[in-house]
């Protein structure tokens, strides 16, 4: 009887074996003919490219002086959003009710609004306020560049687009990066909190050293989305008349007469948001499996 079980065990385990290398030949199969199309749209996206290759080179200077300013833009918007972000979530993690009310306030209503509705507040609300009351923005900060001898950096006086387009796109993002800071260091358990208090640690230094370093591995992958977000949001500027990344793709596109010249234009702008953010995906990934490895 042992023989017969022993044949039957060997037989079963052989039909095993050869259903998982069907299974995988199959899987190696799908895997080549995957990379197969890949490589083909590739190429074929490589030789669309070299078929408009005219306009490409003609149109190359000026996606990339506004890929520049989309840049310049992102990440000042993105500094001041952080700078929004940590009172937001200090508010919102605050003893005090006004504070913790007034920051969920904030939160709530940027979150529910529309951001292209806040950026025209910011714009006409704001700065229409400001000139009644005789306050002109860039004065006070060409004021303050020439205190800090950087007031090279602002000789254009009409630069209140810029300065009211970052702090919308900052003012707004600000929100998010509350919440995404929230979790971040909610996600502690509160006993390592209660473990600082009893080595005698202050508040500082416990977010310092124990609760900033666990909350980053949660706060990465979603303050990385958030930024890929904004440069793709500080297209919506270009309604304010800033020259972007946006603004120079509509103003080379629409004039075209072909319409495969106009599409290519508007992939071609489109390829270039690509390359902005594509890189800080794989560097979102990456910074996610290094902090991984540590825990």
């Not at 937001?88 to 940027?110: K, M, P, Q």
């Not at 529309?114 to 004021?143: C, E, H, K």
């Not at 990465?220 to 309604?239: A, E, K, M, R, Y």
């Not at 319409?259 to 794989?282: D, E, H, Q, R, T």
Request: glycine share 6%; net charge neutral; proline share 4%.
């Amino acid at each position: 009887m042992s023989d017969i079980y022993d044949a039957s065990q060997v037989a079963v385990e052989e039909l095993q074996a050869r259903a998982v290398a069907r299974r995988h030949t199959w899987l190696l199969v799908l895997d080549l003919l995957f990379g197969a199309v890949a490589i083909l749209l590739v190429l074929a996206f490589f030789f669309y490219l070299y078929a408009f290759r005219q306009l490409l080179l003609l149109y190359l200077p000026v996606f990339l002086d506004g890929t520049r300013i989309t840049v310049l833009i992102s990440l000042a918007s993105v500094i001041f959003a952080v700078v929004f972000g940590l009172i937001g979530v200090a508010g919102r993690l605050s003893r005090f009710s006004v504070l913790r009310w007034l920051a969920t306030l904030y939160v709530e209503v940027v979150r529910g609004t529309p951001i292209l509705v806040q950026l025209l507040l910011w714009y006409y609300g704001v700065a229409t306020a400001l000139t009644q009351m005789s306050i002109d923005p860039y004065r006070l900060v060409y004021s303050l560049a020439t205190t800090l001898q950087m007031n090279s950096l602002f000789q254009d006086p009409n630069f209140d687009p810029y300065l009211f387009g970052i702090i919308g796109l900052s003012f707004n993002y600000g929100a998010y990066l509350t919440e995404v800071f929230r979790s971040g260091i909610l996600s502690v358990e509160r006993g390592q909190t209660e473990a600082g208090l009893s080595l005698g640690l202050n508040s500082g230094q416990i977010m310092r050293h124990i609760i900033f370093p666990q909350a980053i591995r949660v706060v990465v992958p979603p303050f990385t989305n958030n930024f890929i977000t904004l440069i793709q949001d500080s297209s919506l500027l270009s309604i304010l008349g800033i020259v972007e990344l946006e603004h120079q793709t509509f103003g080379l596109a629409l004039p075209q007469v072909d319409p495969n010249n106009k599409m290519f234009v508007f992939i071609f702008g489109a390829l270039f948001y690509l390359i902005l953010c594509y890189p800080l995906s794989l560097l979102a990934r990456y910074l996610e499996a290094r902090i991984a490895r540590a825990y």
